[in-house]
């Protein structure tokens, strides 16, 4: 009788154990069924032992999407050690803070990206070895640094590895900050695979579904798309593309059951033609990472009439925490749902209380999903990670929550409902206005294809409110224009300062999601006169 996965690794060993043969990976003309997956993954946990890889140390994967950057995340805590999936857009100067940060000890990368790194990796101390996919010509190693192929490497005799239990440290995963350099985040192998098995209960994952891995694996819900269809035993796509088509050409070619996306991926699938057989495989859609403008849910579940929806919100520190079921969406749109299976999801003032019915109050979940901390940031842990006030005061050791940060409301029935991160609040003329609430009406007006509103500082107002948009491809747009239809829709307080529409997508972090930080910057000086 085949043993239910406790471990990371163990979704993929698990499942191949009942169906070896059954589709596992796929990646450009590559698939790979579970046994295959699963010896791959096996073979780079002996090559780390091979290479002395001590329990608990840190692997540092920078690639792609690709088959090796899979085996290597789940071979990695398979050996007993740590994985740290870098977002390969981010930049050598990036990726050398996370390198030093968490003491990566092996590093998982191409020749290509390689070489963008050789001054960077002079200041990683910790670094002893450095593992390249084939490709380019193998580079030579700085001094103090070994270099091994991964071909070679994987072909390392079989090793015993490091004896590992739920509770042991499974991942760091560095989020991008709304200010200074980016944190890790530290999860549990319990952490993810309650995860996988939370999220694919409710998605209702099965053998069948072919899910599309289109978020970055650096990302937690980028990474779930792996760990929920290997829980279920389902078929994963790496895709790494460029423009948005590329995405519904995967969704056509690889007939895919499930798809998961942030809010400016999903409005800019809305501005293509999708065929009218996608709704006949595409089982479910599901959004994450920011609330999907009503607008944009609206085009969608016209163009798939029998696809679900699912409304989900999450946070690194947690991995997962709420949906909206579909039968839902029509009543309650706005909604990021209730807590996902084995979660609580309380909605908190200040002082610890619980807010009453529609009061705004900070989003705190506990359970087994709830993260162990920051990665060598004491102070931030203690800010986000602490006990629940009044809750079982005669536990030595209590429980501990995680408190996000955001800013919700939870109805008379339990729905929540996201108003903004604290750290996103535009505080104006005495006013705190959440950004959705500006953008919503924005893209109410089916004049913009993107649109982003933040605070920049004022000194009569406190902060001033500025938007910027894109328009679509069809519609003329100016800033007056908007600019009035704003006045006409919004109270004085929430109208813009400034209005700018642009060409082009607008500024993306290493998540995929609009970048405000960055807009803001490159406004900061208007509230003065000055023009950008």
């Given at each position: 009788?085949?043993?239910?996965?406790?471990?990371?690794?163990?979704?993929?060993?698990?499942?191949?154990?009942?169906?070896?043969?059954?589709?596992a990976?796929?990646?450009d003309e590559?698939?790979?069924?579970?046994a295959?997956?699963?010896?791959?993954?096996?073979?780079?946990?002996?090559?780390?032992?091979t290479?002395?890889?001590?329990r608990?140390?840190?692997?540092?994967?920078?690639?792609?999407?690709?088959?090796?950057?899979?085996?290597?995340?789940?071979?990695?805590?398979?050996?007993?050690?740590?994985?740290?999936?870098?977002?390969?857009l981010?930049?050598?100067e990036?990726?050398?803070?996370?390198?030093?940060?968490?003491?990566?000890?092996v590093?998982?990368t191409?020749?290509?990206?390689?070489?963008?790194?050789?001054?960077?990796?002079?200041?990683?101390?910790?670094?002893?070895h450095?593992?390249?996919?084939?490709?380019?010509?193998?580079?030579?190693?700085?001094?103090?640094l070994?270099?091994?192929?991964?071909?070679?490497?994987?072909?390392?005799?079989?090793?015993?590895?490091?004896?590992?239990?739920?509770?042991?440290?499974?991942?760091?995963?560095?989020t991008?900050?709304?200010?200074?350099?980016?944190k890790?985040?530290?999860?549990?192998?319990r952490?993810?695979?309650?995860?996988?098995?939370?999220?694919?209960?409710?998605l209702?994952?099965?053998?069948?579904?072919?899910?599309l891995a289109?978020?970055?694996l650096?990302?937690d819900?980028?990474?779930?798309?792996?760990?929920?269809a290997?829980?279920?035993?389902?078929r994963?796509?790496?895709?790494?593309?460029?423009?948005?088509?590329?995405?519904?050409?995967?969704?056509?070619?690889?007939?895919?059951?499930?798809?998961?996306?942030v809010p400016?991926?999903?409005?800019?699938?809305?501005?293509?033609k999708?065929?009218?057989?996608?709704?006949?495989?595409?089982?479910?859609?599901?959004n994450?990472?920011?609330?999907?403008?009503?607008?944009?849910?609206?085009?969608?579940?016209?163009v798939?009439?029998?696809t679900?929806?699912?409304?989900?919100?999450?946070?690194?520190?947690?991995?997962?925490?709420?949906?909206?079921?579909?039968?839902?969406?029509?009543r309650?749109?706005?909604?990021?749902g209730?807590?996902?299976p084995?979660?609580?999801?309380?909605?908190?003032r200040?002082?610890?209380?619980?807010?009453?019915?529609?009061?705004?109050?900070?989003?705190?979940?506990?359970?087994?999903l709830?993260g162990?901390?920051y990665?060598?940031?004491?102070?931030?842990?203690?800010?986000?990670?602490?006990?629940?006030?009044?809750?079982?005061?005669?536990?030595?050791?209590?429980?501990?929550?995680?408190?996000?940060?955001?800013?919700?409301?939870?109805?008379?029935?339990?729905?929540?409902y996201?108003?903004?991160?604290?750290?996103?609040?535009?505080?104006?003329?005495?006013?705190?206005?959440?950004?959705?609430?500006v953008?919503?009406?924005?893209?109410?007006?089916?004049?913009?294809?993107?649109?982003?509103?933040?605070?920049?500082p004022?000194?009569?107002?406190?902060?001033a409110?500025?938007?910027?948009?894109?328009?679509?491809?069809?519609a003329e747009?100016?800033?007056q224009?908007?600019?009035?239809?704003c006045?006409?829709?919004?109270?004085?307080?929430?109208?813009?300062?400034?209005?700018?529409?642009?060409?082009?997508?607008?500024?993306?972090?290493?998540?995929?999601?609009?970048?405000?930080?960055?807009?803001?910057?490159?406004?900061?000086?208007?509230?003065?006169?000055?023009?950008t």
């Amino acid at each position: 009788m085949t043993q239910e996965a406790n471990l990371l690794h163990e979704l993929i060993f698990r499942t191949a154990e009942r169906v070896p043969d059954r589709p596992a990976l796929t990646h450009d003309e590559t698939t790979l069924g579970y046994a295959q997956l699963a010896e791959r993954v096996g073979r780079f946990a002996d090559g780390l032992m091979t290479l002395g890889l001590a329990r608990g140390e840190r692997v540092g994967i920078y690639l792609e999407k690709r088959v090796e950057m899979v085996a290597a995340a789940f071979g990695a805590p398979a050996a007993g050690g740590v994985f740290v999936p870098i977002n390969p857009l981010l930049k050598a100067e990036q990726v050398g803070h996370i390198l030093r940060d968490c003491n990566v000890r092996v590093l998982v990368t191409s020749p290509e990206r390689f070489a963008l790194l050789a001054e960077t990796l002079a200041q990683c101390h910790d670094l002893r070895h450095v593992v390249l996919t084939e490709g380019a010509a193998q580079p030579s190693a700085p001094p103090g640094l070994a270099c091994h192929g991964w071909g070679a490497l994987c072909e390392s005799p079989q090793a015993t590895w490091h004896r590992v239990i739920d509770i042991d440290v499974l991942a760091i995963l560095y989020t991008s900050g709304s200010t200074g350099r980016p944190k890790g985040v530290v999860l549990s192998h319990r952490n993810m695979v309650a995860g996988a098995k939370s999220v694919a209960s409710y998605l209702e994952n099965n053998r069948d579904d072919v899910l599309l891995a289109a978020l970055p694996l650096s990302f937690d819900a980028g990474f779930s798309q792996l760990t929920t269809a290997f829980h279920a035993g389902a078929r994963a796509v790496l895709i790494n593309y460029l423009v948005p088509k590329d995405v519904l050409n995967a969704i056509v070619r690889e007939r895919v059951t499930g798809l998961t996306a942030v809010p400016p991926l999903w409005i800019q699938l809305t501005q293509l033609k999708w065929p009218a057989t996608v709704t006949e495989h595409l089982r479910y859609i599901a959004n994450t990472g920011g609330r999907m403008p009503f607008e944009t849910l609206k085009q969608l579940r016209s163009v798939l009439p029998r696809t679900r929806v699912f409304l989900m919100y999450g946070l690194t520190e947690a991995f997962r925490a709420t949906y909206l079921p579909p039968e839902e969406v029509d009543r309650r749109p706005d909604s990021i749902g209730k807590a996902i299976p084995n979660a609580e999801v309380l909605v908190l003032r200040e002082d610890g209380t619980p807010c009453a019915p529609n009061e705004p109050g900070e989003l705190v979940q506990r359970g087994a999903l709830v993260g162990m901390g920051y990665w060598n940031d004491p102070e931030k842990t203690a800010e986000r990670y602490r006990p629940l006030p009044g809750r079982e005061a005669g536990l030595v050791q209590p429980e501990i929550a995680v408190f996000s940060g955001d800013t919700v409301r939870m109805d008379e029935e339990g729905f929540l409902y996201f108003v903004g991160r604290r750290d996103e609040m535009i505080k104006t003329s005495g006013y705190r206005v959440s950004p959705n609430e500006v953008e919503e009406i924005v893209y109410g007006t089916q004049l913009v294809a993107e649109c982003a509103a933040f605070g920049v500082p004022h000194p009569a107002l406190g902060q001033a409110i500025v938007l910027v948009a894109t328009p679509k491809a069809t519609a003329e747009l100016s800033a007056q224009q908007l600019l009035a239809i704003c006045r006409e829709r919004l109270p004085v307080y929430m109208v813009p300062a400034h209005v700018a529409v642009r060409e082009g997508s607008l500024p993306r972090n290493p998540n995929g999601k609009i970048d405000r930080k960055a807009l803001a910057a490159e406004f900061a000086d208007i509230a003065q006169g000055k023009t950008t």
